[in-house]
């Protein structure tokens, strides 16, 4: 914080790239998505595996699961972080260094607008199976008039 960082990016003991401090994280490299293997250490948090669900079903993207090397982090064209919290936070740079263009990038945007939308149970497609009211509809009390 003192330096200017709003989060944190974990390394293995290797020196991998891990995760943020409480989210997983993703990179777009020339055109493919990416997130470390699940042998980084990692959380295998429900909010990443829904983001890999959407990227393929609705971007057409297979997330590759891979060791990712701290020096892809400056190289990507994209990067967000995901987790409960965070949901999807767009990345704009690692290190005082502009991701991509240094804005929000498209395939981050899209997912993020996406994933608001699955949560709120605003795609249908994913209601039932994803979303469940945690409320319970009460009839309208109306007054007895005598």
């Not at 079903?57 to 967000?80: M, P, S």
């Amino acid at each position: 914080m003192q330096n200017g960082f709003d989060e944190a990016i974990m390394l293995t003991h290797e020196g991998n790239v891990s995760e943020g401090s409480a989210e997983n994280i993703f990179l777009l490299i020339n055109g493919e998505l990416v997130t470390p293997a699940p042998t980084e250490n990692i959380l295998l948090g429900i909010t990443r595996d829904t983001v890999i669900k959407l990227a393929r079903r609705e971007l057409g993207y297979v997330t590759q699961e891979r060791v990712v090397d701290r020096t892809e982090l400056y190289n990507a064209d994209e990067i967000f972080l995901c987790g409960t919290g965070a949901q999807i936070a767009p990345v704009i740079s690692v290190d005082h260094r502009a991701i991509g263009t240094g804005e929000v990038g498209k395939i981050g945007r899209k997912l993020q607008e996406m994933y608001f939308e699955v949560v709120r149970g605003k795609h249908t497609e994913y209601r039932e199976q994803w979303c469940t009211p945690v409320y319970v509809s009460v009839p309208e009390h109306t007054e007895a008039v005598g």
